[in-house]
């Protein structure tokens, strides 16, 4: 079976890392990205994921390939309305998550024989987004098409100073323990308060995090009272996203259904006569979509109020 494409924008951009943390003279450890298709349960990655993150500064990254079908036109092929939703949601609350994208033929790594730049210039070419900013309005939602031209790129994150609040890395650790997506082309980028770098494919962390918190739970490891502490902070913190998603999601199924009841009055008194189930289905279905389309409305609307950061703006590199 052929690689995903975003499966190889993952490998350039984790192969980027390792090179450009070498150059700079950071401690570097870096993962392949591999493990994810291979039922990956946690053997060979930090087994101390929650001490690891403890003081750092942390990125969740969404990848994606950019794809080109005409040259005015590029779009996110494995974009996912449902998984977007999840990482808004997350951002709102504070989480650093970001997607990351870029068309395989635009990257340096890809390139041979690869100039010496090459690390520095692919993650130039890798452009970010948060998931809020990603699409500017319902068209390209629908069409799966960036808003390019406003998004910055993954090595000014690398180069911008700031730490993450405890609080949202318990929420992106909450997220991470309690999710059931696929996580499939996602990395976490770690920098620990040592100085270090560390890049992991969020699948193997989450296998991680369950592990550790497996092993506390059945009494196989014993710890102290502060590993203890953070462990239940972190276990409550994947209890409260649960809740969290449970209730949105709730919200959102209680808008379909006003919405499908509408419909159905409507259908029901155009045609003068109760609808069929197969009827009914196909009105759910419609009303699920126009409530999506109504979030993404508003999301694409809050989108365009806000205005770029010096550093988005000094990010964008357009296409050549």
Request: hydrophobic residues 40%.
């Amino acid at each position: 079976m052929a690689v995903k494409q975003e499966s190889l924008v993952q490998a350039a951009i984790i192969a980027s890392l390792e090179v450009y943390g070498d150059r700079n003279a950071v401690h570097t450890d870096v993962f392949a990205p591999y493990a994810n298709q291979q039922g990956y349960a946690g053997g060979k990655y930090p087994g101390d994921i929650i001490g690891l993150l403890d003081g750092a500064r942390i990125l969740l990254l969404e990848v994606k390939e950019l794809d080109y079908l005409t040259p005015i036109a590029p779009v996110l092929h494995q974009f996912n309305l449902g998984q977007f939703l999840q990482y808004y949601w997350l951002e709102q609350s504070g989480v650093p998550i970001l997607y990351a994208y870029a068309a395989r033929d635009e990257m340096p790594y890809f390139l041979f024989p690869r100039r010496r730049e090459w690390p520095y210039a692919t993650l130039n070419r890798t452009r970010v987004s948060p998931p809020g900013e990603l699409m500017d309005s319902l068209a390209n939602f629908i069409a799966k098409r960036p808003a390019i031209e406003t998004h910055g790129n993954l090595l000014d994150w690398l180069l911008n100073v700031s730490v993450a609040s405890s609080a949202s890395v318990l929420m992106l650790l909450g997220f991470l323990g309690s999710s059931a997506s696929a996580l499939k082309a996602s990395i976490l980028i770690v920098q620990t308060a040592a100085g270090g770098l560390t890049a992991l494919p969020a699948a193997a962390v989450r296998a991680a995090l369950r592990n550790v918190l497996s092993k506390e739970q059945t009494g196989e490891v014993a710890l102290d009272d502060e590993p203890q502490r953070k462990v239940d902070e972190v276990r409550q913190a994947i209890e409260d996203h649960r809740v969290r998603h449970e209730a949105r999601m709730d919200d959102l199924d209680q808008r379909v259904e006003v919405r499908a009841e509408e419909l159905v009055d409507e259908e029901s008194a155009m045609s003068g006569r109760e609808l069929a189930d197969e009827e009914l289905e196909e009105v759910r279905m419609r009303a699920r979509k126009e409530v999506e389309s109504e979030i993404l409305e508003e999301i694409a609307a809050r989108q365009k109020t806000s205005r770029p950061t010096a550093a988005v703006r000094r990010g964008y590199n357009r296409r050549a």
